[in-house]
């Protein structure tokens, strides 16, 4: 059974950083596209940031510059480092697998259960 654990959420103040990871037990890793979405409270689950098993990267507009996702093959784990953090970041961050790659829910099949960022002011 495949799974994506989730870690590395908290509390940071705006401005600060955290950086995500998701750890995940999946056969043939490398050949997965993974992502990290988010869902803030009353809102959709959206698109955060992808990375293909090329290696290309994908952000949304509101995070370029700020966020970095990256992935080691080695070890089976995606990680999202994110910089420069605003109130407006915070969110449940879900990770997700698939292989193919796009940047919405209905383009994965395999996701994490989620951890909280929490960006106060």
């Known amino acids: 059974q495949v799974q994506l654990v989730e870690s590395g959420g908290g509390l940071v103040q705006a401005g600060g950083s955290l950086r995500l990871s998701c750890a995940a037990s999946l056969r043939t890793f490398s050949r997965y596209t993974m992502a990290w979405f988010r869902q803030a409270p009353g809102k959709e689950r959206e698109f955060v940031a992808a990375?293909?098993?090329?290696?290309?990267?994908y952000y949304t507009d509101s995070v370029k510059g700020r966020f970095t996702i990256s992935r080691d093959n080695a070890e089976n784990t995606v990680y999202l480092q994110m910089n420069s953090l605003k109130p407006e970041d915070t969110a449940v961050y879900y990770c997700?697998?698939?292989?193919?790659?796009?940047?919405?829910?209905?383009?994965?099949?395999?996701w994490g259960q989620g951890t909280q960022v929490t960006v106060s002011s």
């Open positions: 997700a697998a698939d292989t193919q790659t796009g940047t919405t829910v209905y383009a994965y099949h395999y």
């Open positions: 990375i293909s098993w090329r290696g290309n990267t």
